[in-house]
C-alpha cells in the first residue's frame, strides 16, 4: 500500500517570501502520479501542480514549483512569491498510474500567508 | 462550464438513520471517485464509479455504498449512521479513469449528532 506523509502541519511566512512544504511517499511502483492540492476555506480542493514519475523534469505552473527526487521518494512545494490567497490547506497526493482514479493523501499542511 | 455540484452542501442526521449524498460531474465527465475527510483520519478514498460500475472500493464497512447513472451523476449512500461518520464527503470527477485531472465538488459536510 502506498502512504504519504507531511511533517510540517503548519507553516506561516510573510507575505512575498518563498515557503516550501514537504511531502514523502512510500510506494513499490515504478510508475505514478504525485500531485499538490489546496484547499482553502471554502473546502474546495483545486490542483496546484502535477508531476509524472517517469519524467525526470520538475513540474512548474507559475510560482509554484517542485522538487522531485525519486530516489529519496520526496516530492516538495516551492511557493515563490506568496500571496494573501495562497493561505490554505495543502495536501501532497499520490496516484497509481495503472488502475483506478484514487488518491492517496498525506495529512495536510496549513499554509498562512501573512501582511 | 459548471464545476461539480455536490447536494446538500450541509446535513444533519441521527444516530441510525440513512443519508444519501448527491454528486453532479461536470459535463462529458465520466468516472466519479468520493473521499471522506476527518480531522482524524484525514482524506480517505471510499469508491470510484465509471460508467455505471464500481471501479474501486477503499476500506469502508458495507454501511457506505454509491452508485452511478447513465448520465454520469453519482450518490452515495450511508446506512445506520454512526457518530464517527460525520465529516466532509467530497466527489472528483475526471473525464475517464486514466484522465489524471480530477475536480472536485465544494462537499457535503454530515453531522451525525
Known amino acids: 500500500a502506498q502512504t504519504v506523509t507531511q511533517s510540517q502541519p503548519e507553516m506561516s511566512v510573510q507575505e512575498a517570501e518563498t515557503v516550501t512544504l514537504s511531502c514523502t511517499y512510500d510506494t513499490s511502483e515504478n510508475n505514478y502520479y504525485l500531485f499538490w492540492y489546496k484547499q482553502p476555506p471554502s473546502r474546495q480542493m483545486i490542483l496546484v501542480i502535477r508531476?509524472?514519475?517517469?519524467?525526470?523534469q520538475n513540474a512548474t505552473e507559475n510560482r509554484f514549483s517542485v522538487n522531485f527526487q525519486k530516489a529519496a521518494k520526496s516530492f516538495s512545494l516551492k511557493i515563490s512569491d506568496s500571496q494573501l490567497g495562497d493561505t490554505a490547506m495543502y495536501f501532497c497526493a499520490f496516484m497509481k498510474i495503472q488502475g483506478a482514479q484514487k488518491l492517496v493523501f498525506g495529512q495536510g499542511t496549513r499554509l498562512t500567508i501573512n501582511p | 462550464k459548471a464545476g461539480v455540484t455536490q447536494t446538500p452542501r450541509y446535513l444533519i442526521k441521527t444516530r441510525g438513520q440513512q443519508v444519501t449524498l448527491s454528486c453532479s460531474p461536470i459535463?462529458?465527465?465520466?468516472?466519479v471517485s468520493w473521499y471522506q475527510q476527518t480531522p482524524g483520519q484525514g482524506l480517505q478514498f471510499l469508491f470510484e464509479?465509471?460508467?455505471?460500475?464500481?471501479?474501486n472500493k477503499g476500506n469502508f464497512p458495507g454501511r457506505f455504498s454509491g452508485r452511478q447513472f447513465s448520465n454520469s451523476r453519482s450518490e452515495m449512500n450511508v446506512s445506520t449512521l454512526e457518530l464517527g461518520d460525520s465529516a466532509l464527503y467530497l466527489c472528483?470527477?475526471?473525464?475517464?479513469?486514466?484522465?489524471?485531472?480530477?475536480?472536485f465538488g465544494q462537499g457535503t459536510r454530515l453531522t451525525v449528532v
Open positions: 508531476q509524472e514519475a517517469y519524467k525526470q
Open positions: 459535463s462529458g465527465h465520466r468516472s
Open positions: 472528483a470527477s475526471s473525464l475517464s479513469t486514466t484522465n489524471t485531472e480530477a475536480f
Open positions: 464509479y465509471f460508467s455505471e460500475t464500481q471501479r
